[in-house]
C-alpha cells in the first residue's frame, strides 16, 4: 500500500513554457502533499505544503505565481511551473500523507525537468 | 537552526560489512516522529523506518536496524551484511517543530552510502 504516483517522469521544454506535474495517491486520501526540489547531489528543499481544498503554503523564498500549486483532490496535487527558465530545471519530487498513514510521508518516483 | 546532522558525508564498504549511518537531530517537540529514507540512484525516496519519540526500543528489521537514544536525540542506522544494491543515498528526517504545518520533515544532505562487490 500507499503507492503514489508522480507524471511525467521526464520533460524537456522550451525556455518560457509552462510544464505541469502530476502527483497521485493510488490507494489512500492524501489530505496532505508536498512538493521538494532536488538538486544533483544536494539534499531535497521543500518547496510547499498542500491540503486538500486549501491554498498551498510555499516555503521562504519559493516564489507562488512562478510554482502553482494545486491540490483540488484527495488523491491529486498538481505543480506547475509557469514561464520556465534554464534555472528552474530541477529533479521536483512530490510526497502524500494522509488519515492512517501515521503521518509518514510516500513518495513519487519523482520528474526530471529540464529547461533548454 | 540545523534540524539534523548526518556527519558522514559519504560511505564506501565492501559487501557484506556492516555499516552505521549516523543521525542527529533537533526539535523542540517532546513527542514526535522520526524517520528514515532511502533514495537509490533512480531518484525515489523509499521510506524504511518511523519511529515515536517514546519507544526507545532498538528495532530490527531483517538486515536493518535502528537505535534510537532520546537523551542524545540520535537515531543511528545500521546495515547488517551490506549489499550493493544497499548503495544510495540516506536520509534521516526530523519533524519540523509542531507549529508548522503537521508532517513537515527536515531533510540533510544525506549519507551517499556505497557497497562494492
Known amino acids: 500500500g500507499a503507492v503514489v504516483s508522480q507524471h511525467p517522469s521526464r520533460v524537456i521544454c522550451k525556455s518560457g513554457t509552462s510544464v505541469k506535474i502530476e502527483c497521485r495517491s493510488l490507494d489512500f486520501q492524501a489530505t496532505t502533499m508536498f512538493w521538494y526540489r532536488q538538486f544533483p547531489k544536494q539534499s531535497l528543499m521543500l518547496m510547499a505544503t498542500s491540503n486538500e481544498g486549501s491554498k498551498a503554503t510555499y516555503e521562504q523564498g519559493v516564489e507562488k505565481d512562478k510554482f502553482l500549486i494545486n491540490h483540488a483532490s484527495l488523491t491529486l496535487s498538481t505543480l506547475t511551473v509557469t514561464s520556465a527558465h534554464p534555472e528552474d530545471s530541477s529533479f521536483y519530487i512530490c510526497?502524500?500523507?494522509?488519515?492512517?498513514?501515521?503521518?509518514?510521508?510516500?513518495f513519487g518516483p519523482g520528474t526530471r525537468l529540464l529547461v533548454l | 537552526a540545523q534540524k539534523v546532522t548526518q556527519a558522514q558525508t559519504e560511505i564506501s564498504v565492501v559487501e557484506k560489512e556492516d555499516v552505521t549511518l549516523d543521525c542527529v537531530y533537533e526539535?523542540?517537540?517532546?513527542?514526535?516522529?522520526l524517520f528514515w529514507y532511502k533514495q537509490p540512484p533512480s531518484g525515489e525516496l523509499v521510506f524504511l523506518i518511523r519511529r515515536n519519540s517514546f519507544d526507545e526500543q532498538n528495532e530490527i528489521s531483517g538486515r536493518y536496524s535502528w537505535n534510537f537514544q532520546k537523551s542524545t536525540s540520535s537515531f543511528n542506522f545500521t546495515i547488517t551484511a551490506s549489499q550493493v544494491v544497499d548503495s544510495a543515498v540516506y536520509f534521516c528526517?526530523?519533524?519540523?517543530?509542531?507549529?508548522?504545518?503537521?508532517?513537515?520533515?527536515?531533510f540533510g544532505r544525506g549519507t551517499q552510502l556505497t557497497v562494492w562487490p
Open positions: 510526497s502524500a500523507t494522509g488519515p492512517g498513514q501515521g503521518e509518514t510521508q510516500y
Open positions: 526539535t523542540r517537540d517532546t513527542t514526535y516522529y
Open positions: 528526517a526530523p519533524p519540523a517543530d509542531r507549529g508548522s504545518t503537521l508532517g513537515r520533515l527536515y
